[in-house]
């Protein structure tokens, strides 16, 4: 089955727990603090693989955790880092950071080659241990630090096939049968709208070149907006450089006129993304083996041929007639198309990345905390404070006092008084509650 949107759920590793210990040996009265620091967590970073093609395997896992780091122990023996979590992808999957909260996505990466890695989540960082917290004044502290907590973070990944050239046209143009006829791709083929469900990638070798082509499923009047398969497969388009145009001599439905169908066609490209129609197309005018060849037909066809051509709208190389069964006109055309692609294989792609997203992040100043009352219950917020938090021993009554030092002089106790905090009044840090004591 192909997928190409998904998303998933990843958490980096803790860091692991300083340790408090003291040195302990026969005949040696005074051994002194040796509590190792914690090692640090694991990093989650997506990786490109070639031999990846879609996005169902996380269908079946879409919660991924790296290892937390390893606690460390007395005799100044540090923990081991956790290991780091390498999640495969397909090429072509662009990485986006999803907001669970106001719904909407940051863009974080592009996977565009082989190995391709990107680090998505930062583990945290090991505790120190308590031999660190020794100084002249204090030479037996009973203070460690917890591991810093891993990252949480949902992401969204979108796959946009990397192919050279894009089949386009509607349903039941030929675009199977063409691709089926030129390269060695197998596409269902049959004679009913929408045979192709998922996108079929096909390989041209013509020569010394090898083109990679993509069968965008058929779309309808209105797939912009979503009508048929729509939004699903247009996105596939947008990396290529060089569309094939596939129109029915026979017309779809009731249109019979071939340069009706070209506009509509490129119609919906322009209304989905203004920038597609200024990619350069080949026309190519299918079933040919079909086509009643007398001067008035001949005619007509030749009038609407030119129609498509001088149409400035539109970046149009060439036009050709072919049948994909007979292999009618195939050879001049692949002949064309070995010509033309040596130039356009130099021409720099415009990032459709930056079409569609801005990913240049507005740079926000973030403050340490904040305060916030909610029923009588003082709420204190920010990652900073959060972290210190959650990373403070509150068993060890040194390790308390250090903490209301750390929040005094942050003017944590300053911004509770402004709220008007009374003694005994209940305080929430992340998960820590805690009583209001002056």
């Given at each position: 089955m192909f997928l190409d949107i998904v998303k998933i759920f990843v958490k980096s590793g803790k860091g692991g727990d300083g340790c408090i210990s003291f040195h302990k040996e026969k005949y040696v009265e005074f051994g002194g603090p040796d509590g190792g620091n914690g090692g640090k967590g694991g990093d989650v970073y997506i990786i490109g693989d070639k031999n990846y093609q879609t996005l169902y395997d996380f269908t079946r896992n879409r919660h991924f955790e790296a290892k937390d780091g390893a606690h460390g122990k007395g005799s100044n023996k540090n923990g081991k880092n956790g290991e780091n979590l390498y999640i495969k992808v397909p090429l072509g999957t662009q990485i986006f950071i999803y907001n669970d909260e106001d719904k909407t996505k940051t863009f974080k990466a592009d996977i565009l080659k082989h190995e391709d890695k990107v680090k998505v989540a930062s583990?945290?960082?090991?505790?120190?241990?308590?031999?660190?917290?020794?100084?002249?004044?204090?030479?037996?502290?009973?203070?460690?630090?917890?591991?810093?907590?891993?990252e949480v973070l949902s992401l969204i990944f979108e796959l946009k096939l990397i192919a050279?050239?894009?089949?386009?046209?509607?349903?039941?143009?030929?675009?199977?049968?063409?691709?089926?006829?030129?390269?060695?791709?197998k596409p269902k083929i049959a004679d009913y709208p929408f045979t192709t469900l998922s996108p079929n990638l096909g390989v041209?070798?013509?020569y010394d070149?090898?083109?990679?082509?993509?069968?965008?499923?058929?779309?309808?009047?209105?797939?912009?907006?979503?009508?048929?398969?729509?939004?699903?497969?247009?996105?596939?388009?947008?990396?290529?450089?060089?569309?094939?145009?596939?129109?029915?001599?026979?017309?779809?439905?009731?249109?019979?006129?071939?340069?009706?169908?070209?506009?509509?066609?490129?119609?919906?490209?322009?209304?989905?993304?203004?920038k597609l129609v200024n990619k350069k197309q080949?026309?190519?005018?299918?079933?040919?083996?079909?086509?009643?060849?007398?001067?008035?037909?001949?005619?007509?066809?030749?009038?609407?041929?030119?129609?498509?051509?001088?149409?400035?709208?539109?970046?149009?190389?060439?036009?050709?007639?072919?049948?994909?069964l007979s292999k009618l006109g195939i050879d001049e055309f692949l002949k064309y198309v070995y010509k033309i692609m040596k130039v356009i294989e130099t021409e720099k792609v415009e990032n459709d990345i930056l079409n569609n997203y801005n990913n240049i992040p507005e740079i926000k100043y973030e403050s340490d905390f904040k305060v916030e009352k909610i029923n009588d219950i003082f709420y204190i917020k920010g990652k900073k404070i959060e972290k210190i938090t959650a990373m403070t021993y509150l068993e060890e009554p040194e390790a308390i006092i250090r903490f209301q030092n750390i929040l005094k002089k942050m003017g944590v106790e300053t911004e509770l008084k402004k709220h008007g905090i009374n003694e005994g009044d209940l305080i929430i840090i992340g998960d820590y509650k805690f009583n209001y004591v002056e």
């Open positions: 583990g945290g960082i090991g505790g120190r241990g308590n031999a660190t917290f020794k100084t002249h004044n204090r030479t037996a502290p009973r203070i460690a630090q917890r591991g810093e907590p891993g050279n050239i894009g089949l386009l046209g509607y349903p039941n143009a030929g675009k199977s049968t063409f691709l089926s006829s030129t390269t060695k791709a041209i070798e013509y070149q090898r083109f990679i082509i993509a069968d965008i499923p058929g779309i309808v009047e209105g797939a912009y907006k979503g009508v048929g398969l729509g939004l699903d497969f247009l996105r596939h388009i947008e990396r290529t450089k060089l569309l094939f145009h596939l129109l029915d001599i026979n017309g779809y439905e009731n249109e019979t006129n071939i340069y009706n169908n070209f506009t509509k066609m490129n119609k919906e490209l322009y209304l989905y993304n203004q080949i026309v190519l005018i299918t079933k040919m083996d079909t086509f009643v060849e007398n001067k008035k037909n001949r005619k007509e066809l030749d009038k609407l041929k030119n129609k498509i051509k001088i149409d400035k709208k539109f970046k149009i190389l060439e036009i050709f007639e072919i049948s994909s």
